[in-house]
């Protein structure tokens, strides 16, 4: 059983039993290696302490013997991984916006074309486009539900088209009302049109949707759409420019 005294007479004597942090931190002065190193031997003598529980009672001699020295460094820690684990954003796969051509489906010429891909810098998108479709397109944010201008279906038919390069992404006729405040589709015009990533932003697994041609983010794909595809394009107003289509 471990010893609540020892355990705390350890804390108090560092010297003996806490093992300071080891040396990948060359670039910390001696103050943050400090604190990094007090962090670094309590989990170490954590460690120790954990090997030696069997049971409950046990257990509650363990945690009964740690004091809020122990527990500060240890909420801290938890707190950093999880801003980190929260805050990390899209990852996987990126969107390909280096220069060079791709093929995609026009609907004007019904057919697939060869176009240039679009690739800016990032002052040249800020003064291209409008403040929220910058935020939405280059910065994957999402706009607030039911705020959107292309929430409603139109009465008419016509091609909804990227707002950073103009490539053909879904037509009026696969539009449908899911109740969720953005724009929905259960598929695009062509797969060319558009690719899919990895997003694991806000400590969730989906499937983001971008633009193929300038890798614009547009909205994530879900399981859970009408027939026949089963899905459900999420998107963002501001990465849509509706264009009608004379009947």
């Known amino acids: 059983m471990p010893n609540s005294g020892a355990m705390r007479n350890a804390r108090?004597?560092?010297s003996n039993d806490w093992k300071c942090a080891p040396n990948w931190l060359p670039t910390l002065g001696n103050r943050s290696r400090g604190g990094v190193c007090k962090v670094w031997g309590v989990l170490n003598d954590l460690l120790k302490a954990a090997r030696g529980v069997r049971g409950w009672r046990d257990w509650r001699d363990w945690?009964?013997?740690?004091?809020?020295?122990?527990?500060?460094?240890?909420?801290l820690v938890a707190a950093a991984a999880s801003a980190w684990w929260l805050g990390r954003g899209a990852t996987g796969e990126e969107p390909m916006t280096?220069?060079?051509?791709?093929?995609?489906?026009?609907?004007?010429?019904g057919k697939l074309i060869q176009v240039e891909r679009v690739s800016l810098s990032d002052a040249e998108w800020k003064q291209r486009l409008t403040p929220m479709q910058y935020a939405v397109l280059r910065h994957h944010n999402t706009e607030r539900p039911f705020t959107g201008e292309h929430c409603e279906k139109p009465s008419?038919?016509?091609v909804y088209q990227c707002a950073g390069c103009g490539t053909d992404l879904f037509v009026v006729g696969t539009k449908f009302e899911s109740g969720t405040g953005w724009p929905s589709f259960y598929e695009p015009i062509h797969k060319n049109n558009t690719g899919a990533?990895?997003?694991?932003?806000?400590?969730?697994?989906?499937t983001e949707v971008h633009c193929a041609r300038c890798g614009g983010h547009l909205g994530h794909i879900f399981d859970d759409g009408p027939p026949p595809t089963g899905l459900r394009y999420c998107i963002n107003s501001a990465s849509l420019v509706f264009v009608p289509k004379a009947e």
């Open 197 to 206: 990533t990895v997003d694991r932003s806000y400590g969730m697994v989906r």
């Open 156 to 158: 008419g038919v016509g």
């Open 12 to 14: 108090r004597n560092p």
């Open 63 to 75: 945690r009964e013997g740690l004091d809020m020295r122990t527990w500060i460094p240890i909420v």
């Open 98 to 109: 280096e220069p060079g051509t791709v093929e995609i489906y026009s609907v004007a010429e």
